[in-house]
């Protein structure tokens, strides 16, 4: 009853399973993290197709300094570059700890 519980040699996989268990875990994070990215990204695209139909005395609310000063705020505070076509689009976040311009959430 020895060899009822061993493995064969061509099923055993080189390494230590530490390592392999840890290299499933941060290919796991990885992609939890972009979905979450993903989802974020498409929400603030929705939002921001929703406030350019929306007219608020005779002029679209993307174009009012409040609004465009909230859509920075949320690309900035997410790490995404902003939606293409949005008062924030292109504008890419500063790496960590770099000089800011002064943009229109600066007081």
Do not use: F, W
């Amino acid at each position: 009853m020895a060899g009822c519980c061993t493995t064969p040699a061509e099923r055993v996989v080189g390494g230590d399973g530490l390592t392999h268990s840890q290299r499933y875990l941060n290919y796991r994070r990885l992609i939890l993290t972009c979905l979450v990215t993903g989802l974020m990204r498409a929400l603030l695209e929705r939002c921001v197709t929703r406030l350019r139909k929306t007219v608020r005395h005779g002029t679209p609310v993307t174009d009012l300094p409040n609004v465009q000063a909230a859509v920075a705020g949320c690309t900035s505070r997410s790490n995404l570059p902003g939606p293409p076509g949005s008062p924030v689009a292109g504008r890419g976040v500063p790496p960590r700890g770099a000089p800011t311009s002064g943009g229109p959430t600066s007081s």
